[in-house]
């Protein structure tokens, strides 16, 4: 099955015409109420955070932290992928595709990294996960930095504004290396 990315823009079309059957919300404070979808509270879930890319941060802003990553991974465990899981943020570009990133991570614990960041650069042109997200997901998931060392690999993207949705594989072991 398939992890679909994008913006919050454009997440419920991709919700009506797609039908996922669990949803990742990541969105600031202050915006995360505009992801009201028609999913039950079980299949979607609501992380609130800030896009900070680097460590320091100002005052009032929420970074992203452990807990997260924990209650992403713990959400992900319910996910069965008989149906697509929609993730998104803000632009679909960094907080979405790190979530993207980690769960294709977990889902494949024997994948390379490397690839699994080559799939989504692939897929998106304008993906750039949240390093700061990455990080934490890498020391959750053990991965020894290479998670992050496979998104600094695909490089920040061209110039964009949102990125247009895309999916990355929730299975690896059938995938080229």
């Known amino acids: 099955m398939k992890i679909i990315v994008c ?26 109420h505009l992801a009201a979808f ?5 299949r979607h879930l609501r992380l ?24 992403l991974l713990d959400f992900a465990r319910s996910w069965t992928s008989e149906a697509p899981i929609l993730v998104h943020c803000w632009a679909g570009v960094s907080r979405s595709t790190a979530a993207a990133f980690t769960l294709a991570c977990a889902r494949n614990p024997h994948a390379d990294e490397a690839d699994i960041a080559q799939a989504m650069r692939a897929a998106s042109a304008t993906a ?13 998931l053990g991965r020894n930095g290479r998670m992050l060392a496979a998104i600094e690999a695909i490089g920040a993207p061209e110039e964009f504004e949102s990125n247009m949705p895309f999916h990355l594989p929730a299975d690896f072991s059938a995938q080229p290396s």
């Open 7 to 32: 913006s919050l823009a454009r997440a419920p079309a991709i919700i009506a015409s797609e039908r996922p059957s669990h949803v990742v919300s990541l969105l600031s404070p202050q915006d995360i």
């Open 38 to 42: 028609d999913h039950a509270a079980e």
């Open 48 to 71: 609130e955070m800030n896009d900070l890319r680097e460590p320091g941060f100002n005052p009032g802003e929420t970074p992203p932290h452990e807990e997260h990553v924990a209650r």
């Open 128 to 140: 750039w996960p949240n390093p700061l997200l990455i990080g934490l997901a890498d020391a959750a």
